[in-house]
């Protein structure tokens, strides 16, 4: 499947919206003096017309138009490694589409080009986001970006391998985690824990070892705490304690990615990795039987876990009304549900969420576990502009924390002066 990897943000190329000091409508007259909304929006599919996120874009449009004989909505669908940089480079050329769902927000916000959630939406459409996300939208107390769909991330744990090393519990502790990645190793498996700190995926996997040790990115405040006594704790454990015991397997985790590991895993050579939803679509494929468990911790099941979404925001050259009439529409419960279920994610307003809570066929039953932990969610710091430059920094240099001998509080140290530099520029 193509669908992007939540929250890598590949969108320094939005920081040219900033630039721009004026942009032209897309919002046009249509005929019969209607108005026209122009949306670009993500691909989520598997590259099959049948799976094509283009399809679910042309109904919401079709059934919307049915009901706002005045408005006609034109949808624009392009892949993940695209869609930021096509959105930036419209915005760059001041012809901005009215409603893009993509990658990252924050850029077009502080640049003052996006309405606000307040200036969009029903106060009830408000009120449905789950408060965690839309927290993540928001800019200094100011929603800009509209959560679209959103993950959360869970241990996957590969039940015949479990079985043949002997291991009855699922680990909920570091320690444990070590003691079962020991047992997997002794039987043979090719790589007892899964550790992706390669350029694909890196902060994300960073990010839940810090949550599992008490730590994160960032303070209540928005501040870098990256070389924070709790984060240089939690790699010395994973130099020291778990690749330091070549329990993560032959491959260097500074070069190893998450795609990877997800195949490896569908072929029965993983023990335990972290993994989101889509994993348990590729793992039955491939007939593997796993079990998911909540992020361990360092003395136990960790806090919280980390959250990843995708946005949805509205330009200011967009005739308000119309695009809040759309968006008030495209967050209708059913509507939600229909786009998640088709991909394996998370919804992100409490009703449906709910929906989903009681759904009783296969695939929510099988969300549930990755639905439950979401409202206490952390996020990457996506309101921040620096962010996605700081994510290339994290991409680049945190590998190096767990290579044999590493001075990992002086790794750190090093992405945070630089996160802190880039935070001082882009304020």
């Given at each position: 499947m193509q669908r992007r990897r939540f929250l890598s943000l590949s969108a320094a190329g939005a920081a040219t919206a900033a630039m721009v000091p004026a942009l032209s409508a897309c919002g046009s007259g249509?005929?019969?003096?209607?108005?026209?909304?122009?949306?670009?929006?993500?691909?989520?599919?598997?590259?099959?017309?049948?799976?094509?996120?283009?399809?679910?874009?042309?109904?919401?449009?079709?059934?919307?138009?049915?009901?706002?004989?005045?408005?006609?909505?034109?949808?624009?669908?392009y892949s993940w490694t695209e869609v930021d940089k096509k959105v930036a480079d419209m915005v760059a050329a001041g012809n901005a589409p009215d409603i893009a769902q993509i990658g990252a927000y924050a850029d077009f916000a502080?640049?003052?080009?996006?309405?606000?959630?307040?200036?969009l939406?029903?106060?009830?459409?408000?009120?449905?986001?789950?408060?965690?996300?839309?927290?993540?939208?928001?800019?200094?107390?100011?929603?800009?970006?509209l959560p679209f769909v959103s993950s959360t991330r869970l241990l996957f744990c590969n039940e015949t391998l479990f079985r043949k090393a002997g291991i009855v519990k699922k680990p909920e502790s570091w320690a444990e985690v070590q003691t079962a990645a020991a047992k997997l190793k002794a039987a043979g498996v090719k790589i007892p824990f899964g550790l992706p700190l390669g350029p694909e995926?890196?902060?994300?996997?960073?990010?839940?070892?810090?949550?599992?040790?008490?730590?994160?990115?960032?303070?209540?405040?928005?501040?870098?705490?990256?070389?924070?006594?709790?984060n240089v704790r939690t790699f010395e454990w994973l130099r020291d304690e778990l690749v330091g015991k070549e329990l993560t397997g032959p491959g260097n985790p500074a070069r190893t990615n998450r795609q990877d590991l997800f195949d490896a895993f569908c072929k029965g050579e993983v023990?335990?990795?972290?993994?989101?939803?889509?994993?348990?679509?590729?793992?039955?494929?491939?007939?593997?039987?796993?079990?998911?468990?909540?992020?361990?911790?360092?003395?136990?099941?960790?806090?919280?876990?980390?959250?990843?979404?995708?946005?949805?925001?509205?330009?200011?050259?967009?005739?308000?009304k119309e695009v809040g009439a759309f968006l008030d529409f495209l967050y209708g419960t059913q509507t939600v549900l229909d786009f998640t279920g088709k991909y394996d994610l998370l919804p992100v307003t409490t009703s449906a969420s709910e929906q989903m809570a009681k759904d009783e066929s296969k695939r929510p039953k099988k969300l549930r576990p990755f639905l439950k932990p979401l409202p206490d969610a952390e996020f990457y710091p996506a309101d921040k502009t620096s962010w996605a430059k700081v994510s290339k920094t994290i991409k680049e240099k945190i590998g190096g924390t767990v290579q044999k001998g590493a001075d990992v509080a002086g790794i750190l140290d090093e992405i945070q002066r630089e996160a802190d530099s880039t935070d001082g520029v882009a304020r």
């Open positions: 249509g005929p019969g003096g209607g108005k026209t909304l122009k949306l670009v929006a993500a691909e989520y599919g598997d590259g099959k017309p049948e799976n094509s996120s283009k399809k679910y874009w042309d109904s919401v449009a079709r059934t919307f138009m049915g009901d706002h004989k005045g408005v006609k909505v034109d949808v624009e669908v502080a640049a003052g080009k996006l309405y606000s959630a307040d200036q939406l029903s106060i009830s459409t408000q009120a449905d986001f789950i408060t965690s996300i839309a927290r993540a939208g928001e800019v200094h107390r100011m929603q800009y970006g995926e890196a902060p994300a996997e960073t990010m839940l070892w810090m949550l599992g040790g008490g730590g994160g990115y960032t303070d209540k405040n928005g501040s870098y705490t990256i070389r924070s006594q709790a023990g335990m990795l972290h993994g989101h939803p889509s994993l348990m679509q590729q793992a039955e494929a491939g007939q593997i039987k796993y079990d998911m468990v909540p992020l361990p911790g360092i003395d136990g099941k960790a806090k919280s876990t980390m959250g990843v979404a995708d946005w949805v925001m509205a330009f200011k050259t967009a005739p308000r």
